[in-house]
């Protein structure tokens, strides 16, 4: 959605409507008119018309009048004062349009009879970025039923821009062209799969521009350019990146596309940001010296209490209710910013206790000669915060006892900005599920306890992370445990021949890994694991690195030197990979 008006910046937030660049308007506009004086152009979620305004002006070049430009110019948005913008300022630029005032998801495809619109040339536009949170009721339950139609299922997690990606193509000619600024996560996320396999099926060729820097005021989410067209399903994709929405005009995909191998049904697209050189070396790699992460142990997660900030406490709480430690269980607070190092240890956690972090589970026995008053007092303040309320204590059989997760070896990252990162549980304490456990395997060896955690900050598993993870808005890369189980990290032989090397100077390395000094560590670890371990050139490890890191900086939005611009004119490089 793109506005430019006096709607405030928190109004906008709430529908997910930023400003759209307008090199970027004005790009998409070009690809979705292309040389055709007659084409209809749709705009789903229009806001002020940044995107039907360059759509007009193109048409008007090409010789469109005003009069034909009403019946070719077609915007839909929810928001009335967006739409009465949007005809001032179409008409004041010397073009008309049609414009409907309505939830796009209410409009019946051309197919039914109650169609209000016609089948268009053109669909373009920047659909509203509302988390599934926001994205509730009514309004999701519409938009999931109209993306059914079309033969999509999305989930319940989805956000809305998907839904309406997928119901606004129900509006195109079969051989109609598809132009749209999208969240980044199309590319990642697990509820985006629906969505990328339907665009496989539904156009001949794809293409993507992918940007290195934000490019939307005011919103941390990166967006790529989803360019699609014609019919009957297609094999490969066009992937351009660029620095940012200037160099846009140095860039052409209009010819013939490369066609490669298509991936599985559950790869996500984030394989494709790779160069294939890379891609082959970390396949090679990960096939000859890398096991799963379930080889030993399984990601399971922590203890799902149904309020945290009830059930956790810290020390003063603790003394204040008088509640005895019989009922409590020790853990790790929520969060794994309290987790810098690769261990977690007893000092680790008597600091936080002393800090007054929620270093306790409230998990009281039920036998009633332990039963205390202090304690039946808190919970008695559960019950005024309505805690028994929560779905998650409703199904228990006591509410106010969470069922408890055995302690595992390691708690693994469930969400991370550098890298996802397994931590020794050398204290031994409990967890909830604000992070992910791990317990080792019976015939693991000795060595693997100290040894994993450390060695796992090897480039190879780094990357892993960010083809296997998902990407979220602000930079953030959330494992399941189904991902993490699939985590590629050391074989027990690489492993054991690493850890000779490395293990003298753990003390060393967990000092600089606890101190922010994490590029140093992964470059030690990196010629033991990479080098000496698996037997790759410093070459070969230079680039597992790279890749690594371009990947993680493209996530974060924050280019990395070596990473791809576009300087001048030069035009920027294509990377071709199947859908």
Known sequence: MALRSTDTPALRKARGAFFTPKPIADYLADWAVEDDPSATILDPTCGESVFLESAGARLRDLGATPAELRQQILGVDLHQHSIRQSKRLLRSSGLDGTFIAEDFFALSTPDKLDARLPQVDAVIGNPPFVRYQEHAGLGRKRAQRAAMEQGVRISGLASSWAALLVHA???????GRLAMVLPVELLSVGYAEPVRQWLKRRFKAVHLVMFERLQFEGAQERVVLVLARGSGGCRGFSLVPVADADDLPNIRMFGPMHLTVAPSNEQKWTDFLLPVEQRQLFDRVVQTSFVPLSQYGTPRLGTVTGANNFFCLDESTRHSYAIPEQHLTRICPPGTKHLPGSQFTQEDWNGLREREEATWLLHPRVESPTWTKELAAYLEVGKRKGVPAA?????RKLWFRPPLVPVPDFFFTYMAHWAPRLIENAAGVAFVNSMHGVTLQDQAADHVRPALPLLALNSATML?????????????LKMEPREAASLPVPSEEVLAKAWKLISGDKTELDAALRAGHWP???????EAVLGRGAGLSVESVARLAHAAASLRAGRMGSPTPGQLAVEGSRPAVSVHGSL
Not at 391 to 395: D, G, R, S, T
Not at 464 to 475: H, I, K, P, S
Request: charged share 30%.
């Open 520 to 526: 140093e560590v992964v470059k030690r670890v990196d």
């Open 169 to 175: 193509c129900g509006f195109l000619k079969p051989e």
């Open 464 to 476: 892993g992370g960010e083809l296997f993870g998902r990407a979220y808005g602000g930079g953030i």
């Open 391 to 395: 779905y998650k204590c409703q199904v």
